[in-house]
Nanobody, 123 residues
Framework: VQLQASGGGLVQAGGSLRLSCAYS????????MGWFRQAPGKEREFVST????????YYTDSVKGRFTISRDNAKNSVYLQMNSLKPEDSAVYYC?????????????????WGRGTQVTVSS
């Protein structure tokens, strides 16, 4: 398994969750990483991305100020801290490794995808 996401669950609105994604160091330590999500009946959408050295981060507008992406290459992991969760944040969240070191919001720029982890926010 090259990418493994975890940390999803059921939380009340206003609560927090921290998603983690472990990745293969040999393959992904120099790659940008991203988080995407897909709600039932909707297309997969970009959430956040981080460059290979964590120097640049980007977020979709709907999560700015609430979500924080980070990575620890020494631990071969990328994280998504989600605060002030809303019911509309409910989705399956996926971590992905980009084709290169530059972060991107386009799913087409991501080559490897992990299994998703379900996040459910109750109102």
């Amino acid at each position: 398994v090259q990418l493994q996401a975890s940390g999803g669950g059921l939380v009340q609105a206003g609560g927090s969750l921290r998603l983690s994604c472990a990745y293969s160091k040999r393959i992904f330590s120099n790659n940008a990483m991203g988080w995407f999500r897909q709600a039932p009946g909707k297309e997969r959408e970009f959430v956040s991305t981080i460059s290979w050295n964590a120097g640049r981060t980007y977020y979709t507008d709907s999560v700015k100020g609430r979500f924080t992406i980070s990575r620890d290459n020494a631990k071969n992991s990328v994280y998504l801290q989600m605060n002030s969760l809303k019911p509309e944040d409910s989705a399956v969240y996926y971590c992905a490794a980009a084709r290169g070191s530059t972060s991107s919001s386009s799913s087409r720029d991501y080559q490897y995808w992990g299994r998703g982890t379900q996040v459910t926010v109750s109102s």
